[in-house]
């Protein structure tokens, strides 16, 4: 099929599947904002005893997990894993193909000056290695100990998410480690906020200029919301009695 067999439909795959995982970090950061929200409300560490799901009284921050936790999440679940995979898998074929058809190492070469002249633009797979590492890092922190034993019943199910957050940012080297991969995460969104408006044909010079603003602002705020609920988790876990 011509969206499979061509290098424009593999481009358009990957802004596709690139657009849903913006969209779900948009999600997940908001989630995790609540966190911050909650101190401010002093119901950070707020969370029921029970397991039961949307308790009374619990914190914004695990109201949010356990939305997280519903059927129709769950299914999305391994739609979202298989997404990323996609992603993942396009992203490393396309950098391939670049370079063997330019017979060097030249990252992704686009049409527009404006593109060219981005960092981002020409370290989109170094970032995109850099995001990969940290996510099986983040993944080990939450997932493993949250989603993972409620799913499939594998290890200890952790009912309260704030203690998690506490646990994970409570070390300033894990801090650290976290900011850098929002950075490098901010860089990545950014190129790709606008490319996959180009691969879908929305490069004309009005529209070019609107997309990378707002390209630019989505990508801020979803790592000012992660990179808040971190600082936040660490001054609660270090300095709030």
Not at 146 to 168: K, S, V
Not at 201 to 223: D, E, P
């Amino acid at each position: 099929m011509f969206i499979f067999n061509s290098s424009i439909g593999k481009k358009f795959i990957q802004a596709v599947s690139g657009a849903f995982l913006i969209i779900f970090m948009l999600l997940h950061s908001t989630i995790n904002f609540f966190s911050v929200i909650d101190s401010f409300l002093g119901k950070f560490g707020v969370a029921a005893a029970d397991e039961a799901i949307f308790s009374k009284g619990d914190g914004l921050f695990k109201l949010g997990c356990d939305f997280m936790s519903t059927p129709f999440i769950s299914i999305m679940v391994p739609i979202l894993a298989l997404g990323f995979l996609i992603h993942i898998a396009y992203g490393c074929w396309l950098t391939w193909q670049n370079i063997r058809a330019r017979g060097g190492w030249k990252r992704y070469e686009v049409s527009s000056k404006a593109a060219a002249d981005s960092w981002s633009a020409k370290n989109m797979f170094v970032l995109g290695i850099v995001v990969l590492g940290l996510i099986f890092f983040h993944l080990t922190h939450f997932w493993a100990k949250m989603q993972l034993p409620e799913m499939f019943g594998i290890g200890n199910f952790e009912n309260n998410p704030y203690l998690l957050l506490e646990a994970t940012f409570g070390h300033w080297w894990v801090l650290a480690l976290y900011l850098v991969w929002f950075a490098a995460l901010w860089f990545h969104m950014v190129h790709g906020f606008w490319s996959m408006f180009q691969t879908v044909g929305w490069n004309g010079q009005t529209w070019f200029k609107r997309v990378k603003v707002i390209g630019i602002i989505v990508a801020t705020l979803i790592c000012l919301m992660l990179s808040a609920t971190a600082v936040n988790a660490f001054v609660q876990a270090n300095f709030v009695v």
